[in-house]
């Protein structure tokens, strides 16, 4: 019998040992062992399946993935020890010297590195369209494209692209459609439920929720699953088990923990659009978002970022973060505690003021990642800051 997400979450465990423990322990080691010569070969042959080797299974970083796989609908996937590791894996593991991906420009700052400095080594290239150019995508798509990548929503700038419209673009045009789902998680978004075959998500920020440990993971269409775990267990990007185990006993309280973090991001985003200083403010569920229709039909909370434009340009951001007294500020995002970054003095200062503003990162244009704290403590502390300039 199918379960509700938050029961799966908690209940989707590994089998108990012999110790009849309650919740699922540690396994730190580096390797299993064999009864006989006969189940050691049928093990490496595939055969039989069990653990071999922590690099390719272990008990923790499967309890993880099969909590993820369950949660986006997919049919296999696997943990990795970063978000860019899951990434680089992914595209490392479907594509050739010679092929070619159409992606949204709108994309995480290690990624757009990938396509624009590493990929070209092995002659891959990256053709890329904007947020607000869409119907471009059909005419970037050549005869050697193999991949249609987008995150949704964009880091930093919080738009939204139309997973049913893009999924129905890469169908046609038969293409693997890969979606970045980190900003949303899979408990306010399911791509593949829109069309995508491979759902990534980096496990640092929401899945894990506090700021402790680092991972990613890929979930998606068995096949492709199956050249990406071949290539990962080759190549040595796994995730450790210990991180597994932090992240799936996360995993438990994901659904409560973004339903606070959605509720506080949007008191939080509502406040900002009645403050002189603030020129605009995106968040997925405000009215005011332009993509406000298509988040509503494929999200079903607004997740935990805000973005905001503070009037002043770079130096009046600065002057901002300088005078935040509570709220923390860091690259991350995703954390129990609220976040505030100005991306064009900080993340993205070594951008040009037009390639930021290709990606909609203006010169004032403040991140929030907020956190569970009492949302009037998260306002009175923006507030305080937003008068100084």
Not at 185 to 203: E, N, R
Not at 317 to 323: A, K, P, T
Request: glycine share 6%; net charge negative.
């Amino acid at each position: 019998m199918k379960k509700h997400f938050e029961t799966e979450a908690i209940r989707n465990q590994t089998a108990r040992t012999q110790f009849s423990e309650h919740s699922t322990p540690l396994y730190l080691t580096s390797s299993f062992v064999f009864e006989n010569a006969e189940e050691m070969r049928a093990s490496f042959s595939e055969e039989k399946e069990r653990n071999l080797y922590s690099r390719f299974t272990n008990p923790n970083t499967t309890e993880f993935v099969d909590k993820i796989v369950s949660m986006e609908g997919a049919e296999a996937g696997y943990a990795f020890a970063t978000g860019m590791s899951a990434i680089f894996s992914t595209f490392a593991a479907l594509l050739s010297a010679g092929d070619h991906v159409v992606s949204c420009r709108s994309v995480f700052g290690s990624t757009h590195s990938m396509f624009t400095k590493f990929l070209p080594k092995w002659n891959i290239e990256t053709s890329y369209f904007k947020v607000n150019e869409v119907d471009s995508i059909a005419g970037l798509i050549r005869a050697n494209t193999k991949i249609l990548y987008i995150e949704t929503p964009t880091n930093p700038s919080v738009d939204i692209l139309d997973l049913e419209l893009i999924g129905n673009i890469a169908k046609k045009h038969n293409l693997i459609f890969i979606v970045d789902n980190c900003f949303a998680t899979p408990y306010a978004q399911q791509p593949i439920k829109f069309g995508a075959d491979l759902v990534i998500h980096s496990a640092t920020k929401l899945i894990d929720g506090q700021g402790r440990v680092l991972g990613g993971v890929t979930v998606g269409n068995k096949e492709l699953m199956r050249e990406i775990y071949l290539f990962s267990r080759n190549t040595g990007p796994a995730m450790s088990p210990f991180n597994a185990w932090v992240l799936s006993k996360s995993l438990e309280t994901l659904a409560i923990r973004v339903e606070k973090h959605a509720e506080n991001a949007l008191q939080v985003a509502a406040f900002l659009e009645t403050q002189e200083n603030v020129a605009m403010v995106k968040y997925p569920f405000l009215k005011s978002h332009p993509q406000f229709e298509v988040a509503k039909k494929q999200m079903t909370l607004g997740g935990n970022v805000v973005a905001f434009e503070i009037k002043g340009g770079i130096e009046a951001g600065r002057i901002f973060l300088d005078h935040i007294k509570m709220c923390s500020l860091s690259a991350n995002l995703g954390d129990t505690r609220t976040i505030v970054t100005h991306p064009s003095s900080t993340t993205h200062s070594g951008l040009s003021e037009e390639d930021r503003l290709s990606v909609g990162i203006t010169n004032g244009l403040v991140r929030v990642s907020v956190g569970l704290e009492n949302a009037i403590d998260i306002i009175e502390d923006l507030e305080q800051a937003l008068r100084f300039r």
